[in-house]
Structure formats: structure tokens, C-alpha cells
């Protein structure tokens, strides 16, 4: 089983920030949600090839 230190790890494996910027509470944690969906056998081989760069809140009109 993994540790919580492991988990964060891999979580955090999953944003590519080119630019170096400091990662954000909100792109941990969809980072984490990504990591938590990659647990399960039906996610396991879409989530793994899911990264991203960047996460912004905005709203809709």
C-alpha cells in the first residue's frame, strides 16, 4: 500500500510546470483527484496519461 508521502508525490508527478512557477493549492488538489481515479482499474490506463500544466478558477456567464 502506498504512503501518504507517496501518493502526494505521485500527485504532484502529474503537473508539468514549464515555466517553474510554484505549484497552486487548487492544482494539488486536482492533481490528487487525478491520482484518485488512477487508483481504479477502470481509470488506471486514461489517468496515467494525464498531465497538466496549469489550473485556473474562473466563472461562467
Do not use: N, R
Request: some cysteine.
Amino acid at each position: 500500500m502506498l504512503q501518504a508521502s507517496d501518493v502526494h508525490s505521485l500527485a504532484l508527478s502529474k503537473i508539468i510546470k514549464p515555466d517553474k512557477k510554484p505549484v497552486t493549492p487548487l492544482e494539488e488538489e486536482i492533481a490528487q483527484a487525478i491520482i484518485d481515479l488512477q487508483i481504479h482499474d477502470d481509470w488506471s490506463d486514461t489517468m496515467k496519461l494525464l498531465y497538466f500544466c496549469e489550473a485556473k478558477v474562473g466563472s461562467l456567464c
